[in-house]
């Protein structure tokens, strides 16, 4: 897997974390609504923020990103998105077991969406621990995903 870390992003990753997006998420947003490159990528400059926003890292570079929003009674994974290239190397795992962790400490559980199509992250979010507590959004499409605060 290589050494990973988290690097706070700056104006100058927008760019980087719109291609990191494309790499991780065109498929699951073509079955779904259809990729159109206009569209994504003004809805990416206007809500990019990077002060919300951490760059994953292996060994220096940069591979993926990370974007979790502290509410007073949850903790919300807005986003995880790594570039296919380092997928089934266990970064996902360790980033949301780190997450998972630091939630238990602070006695809140995680909550997440994940895309109906995209069952290959459902099965990690079911292996690590969330279970579904819901669907949302037309069709059912996004998945609500829940894992309660433990303590390891």
């Known amino acids: 897997m290589g050494r990973t870390g988290l690097r706070p992003a700056t104006s100058a990753d927008r760019e980087l974390c719109y291609r990191l997006h ?77 997450l998972l962790h630091e939630a238990a400490t602070r006695c809140q559980p995680v909550v997440l969406d994940v895309l109906s199509v995209n069952s290959r992250a459902y099965r990690l979010y079911h292996r690590l621990g969330f279970q579904e507590v819901g669907r949302h959004g037309k069709n059912g499409l996004k998945i609500r995903l829940r894992a309660e605060p433990r303590i390891p």
């Open 22 to 98: 494309r790499a991780a998420m065109h498929d699951y947003v073509e079955a779904i609504w259809g990729w159109n490159e206009a569209e994504q990528r003004d809805y990416h400059q206007r809500s990019f923020d990077p002060a919300g926003t951490r760059i994953i890292t292996v060994d220096g570079r940069d591979v993926g990103v990370l974007i979790v929003d502290y509410r007073p009674h949850e903790i919300y994974l807005g986003r995880i998105e790594l570039h296919p290239d380092h997928h089934n190397r266990g970064i996902g795992s360790l980033i949301i077991r780190q």
